[in-house]
Nanobody
Framework: QGQVVESGGGLVQSGDSLRLSCAAS????????MAWFRQAPGKERDFVAA????????TYDPSVEGRFTISRVQANNTVFLQMTNLKSEDTATYYC??????????????????WGQGTQVTVSS
């Protein structure tokens, strides 16, 4: 079993920055890619960003590329999502996931195997 715990959400204003953290327990997940997804009210859960097992490769949804940065501390399976220039459309519950593979693939190929409970990000305009 793997446990995934997100933190760092909050209420910010448009243009502000925020950093989300995700801690994944379980050594057998060391070689898994990890990803962030988000779900706005009434919408489906969408891919945001992914990082490969070794932290060397990343992929992003076009809506966040250039504003968000995903990074990873491999030693303790911790993943960060640095969000800058936040917009009201970034408002959502953000979920961290341990994926089914080792690589950071384009979002349509990413499948989450283990999920956290989510952290709320609200951006006021």
């Amino acid at each position: 079993q793997g446990q995934v715990v997100e933190s760092g959400g909050g209420l910010v204003q448009s243009g502000d920055s925020l950093r989300l953290s995700c801690a994944a327990s379980g050594s057998r997940f060391t070689y898994r890619a990890m990803a962030w997804f988000r779900q706005a009210p009434g919408k489906e859960r969408d891919f945001v960003a992914a990082v490969s097992w070794d932290g060397q490769t990343t992929t992003y949804d076009p809506s966040v590329e250039g504003r968000f940065t995903i990074s990873r501390v491999q030693a303790n399976n911790t993943v960060f999502l640095q969000m800058t220039n936040l917009k009201s459309e970034d408002t959502a519950t953000y979920y961290c996931a341990i994926t089914s593979g080792a690589s950071a693939l384009p979002g349509r190929f990413i499948k989450g195997d283990y999920w956290g409970q989510g952290t709320q990000v609200t951006v006021s305009s």
